[in-house]
C-alpha cells in the first residue's frame, strides 16, 4: 500500500501561472484534506470533501479550487499563482465519522514543496 | 469556528526533565488526535483519543482527554533527544456535524543534552 501520495513534491511557479496538485489515496477513505503549512501558523485547511462529488471550503480557500471526480483523488488547483501562496501543502486522508469507529486519524501524503516567484 | 490552542509554542527543555503540552479546543469534539513532524518531513500520527477520559501512553508520551474541558496534554517523561520535535493536536468535530480537522499551530519541542 502507497497509502497518500502528492504529486509533484516540488514546483516553482512564475506568478500568474497555474497548476494542479493531485492527492491519491489507496485506502479507500471517505474523507481527504487540503492543508497549507506556513511557518507559525501551523496547518491551515484549505478545502475537504467527504466523498465522490463533494467539496467544501475550510480555513483558507481564497485563491483556490479543488475537485473529487474520483474517490480516490483530490486535486487542489491554483488558477493564477500569488507569492502569498508559497508554502507546503499536505493532502489527508481518513475514514469516515462513526462512533463505532476507533481507526479514525488522518493519513498525509509526504507534502508539496511550492514557491511562486 | 473551531478554535484550537496549543501551548507552549516552544519549548526547550532538558534531557532526562518532564513537560506537559496543552492543547485547548472550543467546540464539542469526542476525538482528538496527536501528531510529531520532523523537520521537513509529513506528520506522522502518535495518539487517537477517542472518549472523555482517555489515556494512552507510547514510551516516554502520555496522551489524555478531557472533553468536559476541552483540554488534551501530552505529557514527556525523562525527556531525551530523540523526541525533538513539532508536535500537533488535531481536534476532529464530525461528531458535532463538522467534518473539518482543525490543527493547533504546533509546539515545537527541543530536548537539550
Known amino acids: 500500500n502507497a497509502g497518500v501520495t502528492q504529486t509533484p513534491k516540488f514546483r516553482v511557479l512564475k506568478t500568474g501561472q497555474s497548476m494542479t496538485l493531485l492527492c491519491a489515496q489507496d485506502?479507500?477513505?471517505?474523507?481527504m484534506y487540503w492543508y497549507r503549512q506556513d511557518p507559525g501558523m501551523g496547518l491551515r485547511l484549505i478545502h475537504y470533501s467527504v466523498g465522490e462529488g463533494t467539496t467544501a471550503k475550510g480555513e483558507v480557500p481564497d485563491g483556490y479550487n479543488v475537485s473529487r471526480l474520483k474517490k480516490q483523488n483530490f486535486l487542489l488547483g491554483l488558477e493564477s499563482a500569488a507569492p502569498s501562496q508559497t508554502s507546503v501543502y499536505f493532502c489527508?486522508?481518513?475514514?469516515?465519522?462513526?462512533?463505532?469507529?476507533?481507526?479514525?486519524?488522518?493519513?498525509f501524503g509526504q507534502g508539496t514543496r511550492l514557491t511562486v516567484v | 469556528e473551531l478554535k484550537v490552542e496549543q501551548n507552549p509554542l516552544f519549548l526547550s527543555m532538558q534531557e532526562g526533565k518532564n513537560y506537559t503540552i496543552y492543547c485547548n479546543y472550543s467546540t464539542t469534539s469526542d476525538r482528538l488526535y496527536w501528531y510529531r513532524q520532523d523537520p521537513g518531513k509529513s506528520l506522522e500520527s502518535l495518539f487517537v483519543?477517542?472518549?472523555?477520559?482517555a489515556v494512552k501512553q507510547e514510551g516516554r508520551l502520555m496522551a489524555s482527554l478531557d472533553t468536559k474541558a476541552r483540554l488534551s496534554t501530552l505529557h514527556i517523561t525523562a525527556a531525551v533527544h530523540d523526541l525533538s520535535a513539532t508536535y500537533f493536536c488535531?481536534?476532529?468535530?464530525?461528531?458535532?456535524?463538522?467534518?473539518?480537522?482543525?490543527f493547533g499551530k504546533g509546539t515545537k519541542l527541543s530536548v537539550i543534552p
Open positions: 489527508a486522508s481518513k475514514e469516515y465519522y462513526s462512533r463505532d469507529r476507533s481507526n479514525t486519524e488522518a493519513f
Open positions: 483519543l477517542l472518549s472523555n477520559g
Open positions: 485506502m479507500n477513505h471517505e474523507y
Open positions: 488535531a481536534v476532529d468535530a464530525s461528531g458535532a456535524g463538522s467534518y473539518q480537522l482543525t
